[in-house]
């Protein structure tokens, strides 16, 4: 039979699903536990080169670029290099200043999206160099980079990106952890991470097993017009693609907004009709967190938060919808953040009766400028 989604009611749910496996083929050949960092051959430098990169730009579109984010702030945290992601589609347009010393990412699951593509050939007129984070085997991008990582995602369908988008993380902190041991991450810290990135592919199994208690969440997250996703640093990249996902499937407006920010603005639009989804980690930043929940409890502002066992919310727990998921490595926490938002973001359009696989106005890849 042809490629279908068998069982599930769409391609988006089959993929999400599939995710603790792919996980598991992204990470398998490309661990060393001995040494605790990433083995992946794929990207053509030896430890001199790699030692040698004094920053990171990471291009990619839609989704791509939201993981880009998260990958910059892993290797910023990891290796100490300073790394930003930028939408590719705007890069070009800017006469970029292309360093001989910079390593080029670009991201992409199709690796035909034109925007990416012509950011790479961008780069590589003027003589960069530049490493692809890519899932379709032989795809344009493919073809055009100096080497990279192939995700091993599988075939994805849904416009939704879901188990490219984890794959793609995944890839980055393989990559981050490398570019960290040729520096001053230590096999101690390495090791750690490696174990913490082995079991990852388990816990996003448990999470995903909370579907049903999502679900409910999902609902009535569905009926506002309008919500907010709130983050800082490691949480922010989360909070904005778990904006686009909800936006792409529901037709909702949903908003990312640091939420160290809402006291510059947008404050003045919380209500009882308009929710926030807040990422809450266990980590440095959580009391700050904490408190600013609180101010949105305190304006009537429904909550769902996605945070660790054992955080304690404060005054906002009891107007809160609260979806803990599994700790991590910190450095590691965003993937497991991310994936609760893809189940909300499916249940909402799924209760909204819309086509999920095929969103309106949307292309699952964007070939055309
Ligand atoms: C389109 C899709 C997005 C996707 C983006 C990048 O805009 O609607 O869901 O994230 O392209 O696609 P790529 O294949 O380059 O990852």
Same mark, same amino acid.
């Given at each position: 039979?042809?490629?279908?989604?068998?069982?599930?009611?769409?391609?988006?749910? /089959?993929?999400?699903?599939?995710?603790?496996?792919?996980?598991?083929?992204?990470?398998?050949?490309? !661990?060393?536990?001995?040494?605790?960092?990433?083995? &992946?051959?794929?990207?053509?430098?030896?430890?001199?080169?790699?030692?040698?990169?004094?920053?990171?730009?990471?291009?990619?579109?839609?989704? @791509?670029?939201?993981?880009?984010?998260?990958?910059?702030?892993?290797?910023?945290?990891?290796?100490?290099?300073?790394?930003?992601?930028?939408?590719?589609?705007?890069?070009?347009?800017?006469?970029?200043?292309?360093?001989?010393?910079?390593?080029?990412?670009?991201?992409?699951?199709?690796?035909?999206?034109?925007?990416?593509?012509?950011?790479?050939?961008?780069?590589?007129?003027?003589?960069?160099?530049?490493?692809?984070?890519?899932?379709?085997?032989?795809?344009?991008?493919?073809?055009?980079?100096?080497?990279?990582?192939?995700?091993?995602?599988?075939?994805?369908?849904?416009?939704?990106?879901?188990?490219?988008?984890?794959?793609?993380?995944? @890839?980055?902190?393989?990559?981050?952890?490398?570019?960290?041991?040729?520096?001053? !991450?230590?096999?101690?810290?390495?090791?750690?991470?490696?174990?913490?990135?082995?079991?990852?592919?388990?816990?996003?199994?448990?999470?995903?097993?909370?579907?049903?208690?999502?679900?409910?969440?999902?609902?009535?997250? @569905?009926?506002?017009?309008?919500?907010?996703?709130?983050?800082?640093?490691?949480?922010?990249?989360?909070?904005?693609?778990?904006?686009?996902?909800?936006?792409?499937?529901?037709?909702?407006?949903?908003?990312?907004?640091?939420?160290?920010?809402?006291?510059?603005?947008?404050?003045?639009?919380?209500?009882?009709?308009?929710?926030?989804?807040?990422?809450?980690?266990?980590?440095?930043?959580?009391?700050?967190?904490?408190?600013?929940?609180?101010?949105?409890?305190?304006?009537?502002?429904?909550?769902?938060?996605?945070?660790?066992?054992?955080?304690?919310?404060?005054?906002?727990?009891?107007?809160?919808?609260?979806?803990?998921?599994?700790?991590?490595?910190?450095? &590691?926490?965003?993937?497991? &953040?991310?994936?609760?938002?893809?189940?909300?973001?499916?249940?909402?359009?799924?209760?909204?009766?819309?086509?999920?696989? /095929?969103?309106?106005?949307?292309?699952?890849?964007?070939?055309v400028e």
């Amino acid at each position: 039979a042809a490629y279908d989604a068998g069982e599930h009611d769409s391609f988006m749910h /089959k993929e999400m699903l599939e995710q603790p496996a792919r996980a598991e083929a992204v990470l398998r050949g490309r !661990l060393d536990e001995r040494f605790g960092t990433g083995h &992946l051959g794929g990207l053509n430098l030896d430890a001199r080169e790699l030692r040698a990169i004094r920053r990171v730009k990471i291009l990619g579109c839609g989704s @791509a670029y939201y993981v880009g984010e998260m990958g910059a702030s892993l290797i910023e945290e990891l290796a100490r290099v300073p790394a930003d992601a930028e939408p590719a589609s705007e890069f070009r347009y800017r006469n970029p200043i292309i360093e001989p010393d910079t390593l080029y990412v670009a991201v992409s699951q199709s690796g035909e999206t034109i925007d990416t593509l012509l950011a790479v050939q961008e780069v590589r007129r003027k003589g960069g160099r530049v490493i692809g984070l890519v899932n379709v085997v032989g795809s344009a991008i493919a073809r055009e980079v100096d080497g990279g990582i192939y995700l091993h995602a599988g075939p994805e369908v849904a416009v939704a990106s879901t188990k490219a988008l984890t794959n793609m993380y995944l @890839a980055f902190a393989m990559l981050a952890i490398q570019l960290g041991r040729v520096r001053d !991450l230590s096999i101690a810290d390495g090791r750690r991470l490696i174990a913490g990135l082995t079991a990852l592919p388990g816990q996003i199994e448990q999470v995903l097993a909370t579907e049903p208690q999502l679900a409910l969440v999902a609902h009535r997250l @569905a009926e506002a017009e309008s919500l907010f996703f709130v983050g800082r640093v490691r949480g922010f990249p989360v909070a904005r693609e778990g904006a686009q996902k909800f936006k792409e499937i529901s037709y909702r407006h949903a908003e990312a907004y640091q939420t160290s920010e809402l006291k510059h603005g947008p404050l003045a639009l919380i209500s009882p009709q308009v929710p926030t989804v807040a990422i809450v980690p266990d980590d440095e930043l959580v009391e700050r967190n904490v408190a600013a929940l609180e101010q949105i409890a305190a304006r009537g502002g429904p909550l769902v938060v996605v945070t660790h066992e054992g955080v304690d919310l404060g005054d906002a727990a009891a107007k809160a919808d609260r979806i803990d998921v599994p700790r991590s490595e910190r450095e &590691l926490d965003p993937i497991l &953040l991310t994936i609760p938002l893809q189940v909300l973001a499916y249940h909402a359009a799924l209760s909204l009766g819309h086509d999920i696989d /095929k969103p309106r106005n949307l292309a699952k890849s964007v070939t055309v400028e």
